[in-house]
């Protein structure tokens, strides 16, 4: 709903996503966020560690200068995000998350046993409500960017957003279409140049993978593996010539390819987005559909 100075018309709303831009109330957001998540550090603290690697690894300052009181680092942080260039939020966004991983941030409690008091219950996931949480504010300010899986990526649509986040999932026997997965969602959001023919060619092969694990084939193509799965998971005809003829000139190696030239097939970004949430979301039909048959 339009607050009430856009109804008014003293302030315009906003007709397009921030898209290669970031706005100061953006910036300020995502400063506030990372701010409240690591919190004034103390001496050898996890958050004092964190905020030192993006001193010394991000920004290539010297180790002996780093800010003895925290309010010095932030006065730096602030001035880093709200001045420099429009994606400095998204990389410290992707920075910090990475290295609040690996000091424990997001670890589970340990179990308490005191006083015949147990936590067995189930444990809060800490990554997803921090990943849920940077979603939203991303969504409120009106990026064209989400965090997903760890990376800043040019998806907007919540459809697409679960898609994927479901398909990243996936364990066990569908475990190798979800690395392919993210490989898809690495090369689409590589920097500064995106691969999109190698983000479409790792999306039809993690579709690829869970059709032939479901088909039970270690052989052959995503089209051979739904001819499979038509005759022995009994198919519609219809649904597995759809999907035969939707996957079939990105998994045939001439379909990456002009006619007649091994030059490459330019693929854009909307193409590359579209394939990677439309196998995606194959992947998590099959895993949804032939669950009980895989587990037997």
């Known amino acids: ?98 290295e609040m991983k690996d000091q424990g941030f997001f670890d589970p409690e340990p179990m308490s046993f005191a006083y015949g008091f147990n936590n067995w219950g189930p444990q809060p996931d800490l990554e997803k409500e921090f990943r849920d949480a940077v979603n939203e504010l991303l969504e409120i300010e009106g990026s064209g960017y989400r965090f997903i899986n760890g990376e800043i990526l040019p998806i907007t649509n919540e459809l697409e957003i679960g898609s994927l986040e479901q398909s990243l999932d996936q364990e066990n026997a569908f475990a190798g279409a979800r690395k392919h997965i993210e490989n898809a969602l690495k090369l689409i959001s590589k920097k500064p140049d995106p691969d999109h023919l190698g983000a479409c060619r790792e999306s039809i092969l993690g579709a690829e993978s869970a059709a032939k694990k479901v088909a039970g084939i270690e052989d052959g193509t995503l089209s051979d593996a739904v001819k499979v799965l038509q005759k022995t998971k009994g198919l519609h005809p219809a649904l597995a010539d759809a999907w035969k003829k939707m996957f079939g000139y990105m998994s045939d190696e001439k379909g990456m390819r002009h006619a007649g030239t091994e030059e490459p097939v330019n693929v854009d970004f909307a193409f590359a987005k579209y394939m990677l949430v439309t196998c995606s979301a194959f992947v998590n039909y099959l895993a949804e559909e032939f669950e009980q048959d895989e587990q037997r």
């Open 1 to 98: 709903m339009a607050l009430f100075s856009e109804r008014m018309g003293f302030v315009k709303p906003r007709d397009a996503i921030q898209v290669e831009c970031a706005s100061k109330e953006l910036r300020m957001t995502l400063y506030n966020l990372v701010h409240g998540m690591l919190g004034d550090y103390e001496h050898d603290s996890p958050s004092e560690s964190v905020c030192k690697e993006l001193w010394m690894m991000k920004w290539h300052r010297p180790i002996d200068t780093f800010p003895f009181h925290s309010y010095d680092f932030y006065q730096e942080l602030n001035k880093w995000v709200i001045d420099g260039e429009w994606y400095a939020c998204y990389d410290l966004l992707e920075f910090v998350f990475g």
